[in-house]
């Protein structure tokens, strides 16, 4: 079965943090690596950050140097540390694999975790 459990948002202020979690299914963790994506109003799911089996990141440019994804392959779970964090920001966040040229597995979103940045 595959599963995707985000955990972890909440409100915040500009400029604060919060750091996101997600345990994944096994077989999906080990296979593809992992992608946190999000979704504000009215706009479409974007990835924010990927992170590879051997732990190699990479990031959309809105988030590079404010944001942060780690893996820990012994629990099967994906992190996204968030600083500086923007109004812009305010999504709601999933985790799903990042399969090189096919994107997320499209069947399996979970329920995804809101952040919003607001004073």
């Known amino acids: 079965q595959v599963r995707f459990v985000e955990s972890g948002g909440g409100l915040v202020q500009p400029g604060g943090s919060l750091r996101l979690s997600c345990a994944a299914s096994?077989?999906?963790?080990?296979?593809?690596?992992m992608g946190w994506y999000r979704q504000a109003p009215g706009k479409q799911r974007e990835l924010v950050a990927a992170?590879?089996?051997?732990?190699?990141?990479n990031y959309a440019d809105s988030v590079k140097g404010r944001f942060t994804i780690s893996r820990d392959n012994a629990k099967n779970s994906v992190y996204l540390q968030m600083n500086s964090l923007k109004p812009e920001d305010t999504a709601v966040y999933y985790c799903?694999?990042?399969?090189?040229?096919?994107?997320?597995?499209?069947?399996?979103w979970g329920q995804g975790t809101q952040v919003t940045v607001s004073s």
């Open positions: 992170v590879t089996n051997e732990g190699t990141t």
């Open positions: 799903n694999a990042d399969r090189a040229g096919l994107g997320p597995l499209d069947k399996y």
């Open positions: 096994q077989s999906i963790f080990k296979m593809y690596p």
